[in-house]
């Protein structure tokens, strides 16, 4: 049992609690907590899925403007979260299991995440929160069939929640400069005085 680990379920609560602003920062540490034991390949290829879909979502939100919706169950949401981690956690010590379920524990705070919130962003940082900690179960577990479908689910979660929010959120609109919009808006008089 590793601090990066135990890190992992901490950060995935600041998902719940704050949105798909904590997402880069619960890939890191997942891939940090894949690649401290060793280089295989299993573990570099988990750590750089886990990154992809940690990096691919909050990049892709720069272009659309902040979803303010409303969250009703604000305040509550991370406690329960936190209360679930602990039942798995008391039912894992009475399973006798040595390891710390940093992957599992995750998954919680993503299932929690999408069940609990009402914005759209929200439950898409959630399931990607989810499938961070299948790929640290894959991992830690050895386990590359599970690896992969996770890979796959990952895949598609990514491109759907995309095209989800490309369709209903607004995009940013740049902004020009007074310059140039007073030379758009001035009339033209073909070069002639009157």
């Known amino acids: 049992m590793t601090l990066v680990a135990i890190l992992v379920p901490l950060v995935a609560l600041c ?3 704050r949105g ?3 997402l880069l920062l619960t890939g ?3 891939a940090l ?3 401290l034991d060793g280089l295989t390949p299993l573990q570099e290829a988990g750590a750089s899925l886990a990154l992809l879909f940690a990096i691919a979502p909050p990049v892709f939100l720069t272009r659309y403007q902040h979803d303010a919706t409303h969250e009703r169950s604000g305040t ?3 406690f329960f979260a936190l209360g679930l981690m602990v ?3 008391l039912g894992c010590g009475r399973a006798g299991s040595t390891l710390f379920p940093a992957g599992l524990c995750a998954m919680v705070a993503g299932l929690v995440t999408v069940v609990c919130r009402q914005s759209m962003v929200w439950q898409w940082a959630g399931l990607l929160t989810c499938i961070e900690g299948v790929l640290l179960s894959a991992v830690l577990g050895r386990q590359p069939v599970v690896l992969g479908v996770a890979a796959l689910a990952g895949v598609v979660v990514v491109l759907l929640g995309g095209m ?3 369709r209903i959120m607004p995009r940013v609109v740049a902004a020009h400069s007074p310059a140039r919009q007073s ?3 001035k009339p033209a008089t073909g070069g002639k005085d009157t």
């Open 33 to 35: 907590a894949m690649l």
């Open 183 to 185: 030379r758009r808006t």
């Open 164 to 166: 989800c929010i490309h």
């Open 15 to 17: 998902v719940v609690a």
């Open 76 to 78: 509550a949401v991370p």
């Open 28 to 30: 890191v540490v997942t």
């Open 87 to 89: 039942l798995l956690l």
């Open 20 to 22: 798909v602003g904590f």
